[in-house]
């Protein structure tokens, strides 16, 4: 059974920096994607990231520049370096597994069939 843990998730001041870590478990590691989501209060789940499995990244363009998501092979773990970060980064981040194909420019929450149990990432003024 594959089983996703997100790690690394706290309180910072805005203007810090995090890193969440997501070991997976289970599973085909190399043959999925991964990929990163948030979710505030009343707010509908978003995605963060992805890493395709060519390598191939994408980011919402609320974090691009601020964010870098990667992922180690050999220890089947992807990873989410947040810079920079803003109070309206706060929410709830969730790691999840899932097969897109490459290339491919619409990403769905349909895709993942794996997910995280989430890491809480607040972030004061």
């Known amino acids: 059974q594959v089983h996703l843990e997100e790690s690394g998730g706290g309180s910072v001041q805005a203007g810090g920096s995090l890193k969440l870590s997501c070991g997976i478990s289970?599973?085909?590691?190399?043959?999925?994607?991964m990929g990163w989501y948030r979710q505030a209060p009343g707010v509908e789940r978003e995605l963060v990231s992805y890493?395709?499995?060519?390598?191939?990244?994408k980011y919402a363009d609320s974090v691009k520049g601020r964010f870098t998501i990667s992922r180690d092979n050999a220890k089947n773990t992807v990873y989410l370096q947040m810079n920079s970060l803003k109070t309206e980064d706060t929410a709830e981040y969730y790691c999840a597994s899932g097969y897109v194909p490459n290339g491919r420019r619409y990403i769905s929450r349909a895709d993942f069939g794996y997910w995280g149990q989430g890491t809480q990432v607040t972030v004061s003024s």
């Open positions: 890493i395709f499995t060519d390598g191939t990244i």
């Open positions: 289970g599973g085909y590691f190399f043959s999925c994607g």
